[in-house]
């Protein structure tokens, strides 16, 4: 595995985190998660369609 990807993987785990800590300070700890759950929902989406669509566009070859 590459450093990059370790790297990447790290982030995806602790920006989340860090992100409903200091929101959960202002909004509160349910609303916090909510929100959070939402974004990465939508990211989910977004990188699912854009891989779809990759492959779509690349068929693979045999």
């Known amino acids: 595995m ?3 990807a ?3 993987a790290n982030l ?3 920006i989340p985190v860090i ?3 200091i929101a ?3 909004i ?3 609303h916090a998660t909510l929100i959070c759950a939402v974004v990465v929902s939508v990211l989910v989406a977004f990188a699912l369609t854009s891989v779809a669509r990759s492959n779509a566009a690349d ?3 045999q």
């Open 2 to 4: 590459r450093p990059s």
């Open 6 to 8: 370790l790297v990447a």
């Open 12 to 14: 995806g785990l602790i």
């Open 19 to 21: 992100a409903v800590g």
């Open 24 to 26: 959960s300070q202002h």
């Open 28 to 30: 509160g700890d349910f």
């Open 59 to 61: 068929p693979p070859s």
